[in-house]
């Protein structure tokens, strides 16, 4: 039977217990699951193949070594908190929703398209701890470091400490889940609640105490709470049930089936939440994203690694290399790895959940032409990356082991940093210029109307500010129908609106960035129209930089010439 096994470190030193942990991620372990013939998840058996070279304990380990992982993990953390960027369109959009009122965030949510459980914590926790960006963003952070203890116990249910040990590492230093900590969305929840439900089906499955049936069913329905492609997570989940519960016998089938019935009662409290889901399934889309295809596979678990960048290139051969070995390889000794085309039974599960969901996301949006962001591929973070940490269990040789597993860490850091020193968005320039010259009465001007949240964040409340296409205040993007507003909208119109309310007497600021989709070549027009009017003076004040900012934006300032 699986089940996590706590040890007491006999030590009283703080190097005794450092030490002891860095000893069962580098050195073999009595591993429980994924020998010849194991049924998977929910059972136990010895490995022949990856036998233990040592007990866990018996190796000495040099403190350098046992310091420089523990300040790995430390570093990790503090990278967690550390991003000093202005929050960008979505972050600021989910701040200024979730200030509302509680009872107000669901109808909010209707014109933004998203759940609604991140957002009615991240509002408790705003009123706890303020709206700052390193208050709104520190909720994510807690999140993902919560997520590390979560995936050791993971990892070493499904393989020993060794593997907990080795997705702890992973996880801390991947740029992915740094970068996603360090975001005021719901991804990182979404991370945590995907690690605890792993345990809790782990646990059910092994033995359907009345705490693990409940917590699987409760998370379940969290997590559908919390962000749409969960429905998938479930939907794979739920099916490779069916399948083990369909060949399993006896306290396994039973306990298949318990687990099933908790996801499935799970899944019945997200009802209430059917008729908003429906509507925004109907009316807000992301007419910005790309459309799903199935390189996107590939694009996400190399987004894990930190994207396109040369680190991250690297990190990414890593994790698809040992993905690969875990599902189909076994070490016969240091130098030798064999692989078996009908996988192995225990990494089956993981391989199942974790790119079988992403296979069934994809798919369904390639058929329905629906959007497709690497974010979304927050639900399988935890499953792949267990099956890359489940990877290591091939490289017999402590030398090797290491030596991967360094390079990882060292690529992981090196993608994650920069998440520290790059700006997002350049809604602080742009702000800090309008600040230092706006007057009672004058106009602040938005096109499109996704740079209204970033910026408005940072000016005083005062100030009188307007959106194209809508005419709404900027606080939140309506997302309903949102393609079809922007091509039936008039730019002739809006310049007019504009004119009318600087009424000769009052300075329009107009803050526009060109190239977003289904706007063609309207914020443009809207500047060269205003610039054309000769009752004003036309200066540009900032200029758009796309190569520092995610969310580039320009500044321009119409003065009136002759104020009345």
């Known amino acids: 039977m699986i089940g996590a096994r706590w040890r007491v470190v006999g030590a009283n030193d703080l190097r005794s217990v450092v030490c002891a942990a860095v000893t069962s991620l580098t050195t073999e372990a009595p591993r429980p699951a994924g020998g010849p013939g194991s049924p998977g998840i929910g059972t136990s058996s010895a490995d022949p193949t990856t036998a233990p070279k040592s007990p866990i304990g018996r190796r000495d380990v040099p403190l350098w070594l046992a310091v420089l992982a523990a300040s790995v993990i430390v570093a990790a953390i503090v990278l967690r908190f550390w991003t000093r960027s202005n929050l960008w369109l979505d972050e600021a959009q989910t701040v200024n929703i979730s200030r509302l009122a509680v009872g107000q965030i669901p109808h909010a949510l209707r014109q933004d398209g998203a759940p609604p459980l991140f957002y009615v914590l991240l509002h408790y926790w705003m009123a706890a701890f303020g709206t700052g960006n390193l208050a709104v963003r520190s909720l994510s952070g807690l999140f993902s470091v919560a997520t590390l203890p979560l995936v050791w116990l993971g990892g070493r249910r499904l393989g020993g400490a060794r593997v907990g040990w080795a997705a702890v590492m992973i996880v801390a230093t991947s740029p992915f889940a740094v970068y996603y900590a360090t975001e005021a969305r719901m991804y990182a929840l979404v991370t945590f609640l995907t690690a605890v439900g792993l345990l809790a089906l782990l646990s059910v499955l092994a033995k359907p105490r009345p705490v693990a049936v409940i917590g699987l069913g409760v998370v379940t329905g969290l997590l559908l709470y919390s962000h749409y492609w969960s429905f998938y997570l479930v939907a794979v989940t739920g099916l490779w049930l069916c399948w083990r519960a369909w060949h399993a016998k006896g ?277 060269a129209d205003l610039q054309a009017d000769r009752a004003f003076r036309a200066v540009q004040v900032v200029n758009a930089h796309p190569a520092r900012y995610y969310e580039p934006m320009y500044l321009w300032r119409f003065t009136p010439l002759v104020r009345r």
Request: one cysteine or more.
């Open 251 to 527: 306290d396994a089938r039973r306990a298949t089936v318990v687990a099933i019935g908790s996801i499935v009662v799970g899944s019945l409290t997200f009802l209430p939440w059917v008729p908003a889901f429906l509507f925004q399934a109907r009316h807000t889309g992301t007419p910005w994203a790309t459309p799903a295809n199935f390189s996107a596979m590939v694009h996400a678990v190399a987004k894990f690694a930190g994207g396109g960048t040369t680190q991250g290139r690297a990190l990414a051969l890593a994790f698809f290399t040992l993905a690969l070995i875990g599902v189909f390889g076994a070490a016969i000794d240091d130098r030798r790895i064999e692989l078996d085309l009908k996988t192995r039974p225990a990494a089956r599960p993981l391989a199942i959940i974790g790119f079988g969901t992403l296979f069934v996301a994809i798919a369904a949006g390639y058929v329905s032409h629906s959007a497709f962001s690497s974010r979304y591929t927050s639900v399988v973070f935890v499953p792949i990356v267990l099956l890359v940490a489940w990877g290591t269990r091939s490289l017999r040789s402590d030398t090797l082991r290491r030596s991967v597993l360094a390079a990882m860490v060292l690529f992981g850091l090196a993608g994650a940093i920069p998440n520290i020193t790059t700006n997002r968005t350049q809604s602080g320039q742009v702000a800090a210029a309008i600040r230092a010259h706006v007057q009672a009465g004058d106009v602040v001007a938005y096109c499109p109307d996704q740079l209204g949240p970033s910026t408005s964040r940072l000016l005083p409340q005062s100030v009188d500010q307007i959106t194209f296409p809508r005419r709404t205040p900027p606080q939140i993007v309506d997302w309903i129908d949102y393609a079809k507003v922007n091509e039936a909208a008039s730019v002739a119109s809006f310049v007019h609106l504009l004119e009318r309310q600087a009424a000769g007497a009052h300075t329009i600021w107009m803050v526009w960035a060109p190239g977003y989709a289904t706007y063609g070549s309207d914020c443009e027009q809207i500047t």
